[in-house]
């Protein structure tokens, strides 16, 4: 039988707790939550995790797989995958992926952001941008791909600024 926390627990934090909030919290200590059918009780103690040898993880490597972490792996998931595989493997992907952390943008924004025909062609124009504010530029880059309006996010271009009865702002 599932106890009840009391209506308007306090939290951690001392904000007031939902019933939902409360349930989740007793689920939790009561290991009856379940992640991929494996409950809370069933991993406490030693730590369990899928440590392998150097030679292991980078057979499991090929071009792809390696294009895919040099442009995905963030210094988080980094981290991360060391803790999970162990630390030969946090080793052997220190030499691997982005170096600073990453701000993630769904593909959906980009395309509000930079209306085109595609989202293939949102996303190089949204490529295109990001690299001439870097000073990125390659000779490589297609030179034909157009600019994104002006006016917000999937906007058309602001023609002139309205007239408003609000000085400008120094």
Same mark, same amino acid.
């Given at each position: 039988? *599932?106890m009840?926390?009391p209506q308007?627990?306090?939290a951690a934090?001392q904000?007031?707790?939902?019933?939902?909030?409360?349930?989740?919290?007793?689920?939790?200590?009561?290991s009856t939550v379940k992640v991929?059918?494996v409950?809370k009780s069933a991993?406490?103690?030693d730590?369990?995790?899928? *440590?392998?040898?150097?030679e292991?993880?980078?057979?499991?490597?090929?071009?792809? *797989?390696?294009?895919?972490?040099?442009?995905?792996l963030?210094?988080?998931?980094?981290?991360?995958?060391?803790?999970?595989?162990?630390?030969e493997?946090a080793?052997?992907?220190?030499?691997?992926?982005?170096?600073?952390?990453?701000?993630?943008?769904?593909?959906?924004?980009?395309a509000?952001a930079?209306?085109?025909?595609?989202?293939e062609e949102?996303?190089?124009?949204?490529?295109?941008?990001?690299?001439?504010?870097?000073g990125?530029?390659?000779?490589n880059?297609?030179?034909?791909?157009?600019s994104?309006?002006?006016?917000?996010?999937?906007?058309?271009?602001m023609?002139?600024?309205?007239t408003t009865?609000?000085?400008?702002v120094?």
């Amino acid at each position: 039988m *599932v106890m009840m926390p009391p209506q308007g627990m306090m939290a951690a934090d001392q904000q007031p707790m939902s019933d939902e909030e409360a349930r989740i919290l007793q689920a939790i200590d009561d290991s009856t939550v379940k992640v991929s059918g494996v409950t809370k009780s069933a991993t406490e103690g030693d730590a369990t995790n899928f *440590v392998i040898s150097a030679e292991q993880f980078i057979s499991t490597l090929d071009d792809g *797989v390696l294009e895919v972490l040099q442009t995905k792996l963030t210094p988080s998931l980094r981290e991360a995958l060391g803790t999970i595989l162990g630390p030969e493997i946090a080793n052997l992907l220190e030499q691997i992926g982005l170096q600073e952390p990453q701000h993630l943008v769904p593909q959906s924004v980009i395309a509000r952001a930079f209306p085109a025909q595609t989202v293939e062609e949102s996303l190089m124009m949204f490529d295109r941008q990001l690299m001439e504010q870097s000073g990125m530029t390659s000779p490589n880059m297609q030179q034909n791909i157009p600019s994104p309006p002006m006016g917000g996010l999937g906007g058309a271009p602001m023609m002139a600024a309205p007239t408003t009865n609000v000085p400008p702002v120094e």
